[in-house]
Nanobody, 120 residues
């Protein structure tokens, strides 16, 4: 069973930075085959995709709301994906979830989420 564990969330002041990490284990296929995404869900709102990094290469996609502030990266040797978040504002407050997508099988795997709170 594929297991994802997020870390790095917390409380930060507006304008500050946080770095989230997601470690993937238990997969029978190479981590590099997964497209990795970060989602977030704020109270009372639907879950939204924040950033993605495509399997097989380093192509990335971002939600318009985080472009230029967030950077997604992956380390295929360590089976990890990270999300560097800069210039945080209160609207970034949410639970952030890591998602692994095996495009060959169509399966999605989720982490348990990590809380990010931006407040003064």
């Amino acid at each position: 069973q594929v297991h994802l564990v997020e870390s790095g969330g917390g409380l930060v002041q507006p304008g500050g930075s946080l770095r989230l990490s997601c470690a993937v284990s238990g997969s029978s296929i190479s981590f590099s085959w997964y497209t990795m995404r970060w989602y977030r869900q704020a109270p009372g709102k639907e879950r939204e995709m924040v950033a993605a990094i495509i399997s097989g290469d380093t192509s990335t996609n971002y939600a318009d709301s985080v472009k230029g502030r967030f950077t997604i990266s992956r380390d295929n040797a360590k089976n990890t994906v990270s999300l560097q978040m800069n210039s945080l504002n209160p609207e970034d407050t949410a639970v952030y979830y890591c998602n692994a997508h095996n495009r060959a099988s169509g399966n999605h795997y989720w982490g348990q989420g990590t809380q990010v709170t931006v407040s003064s």
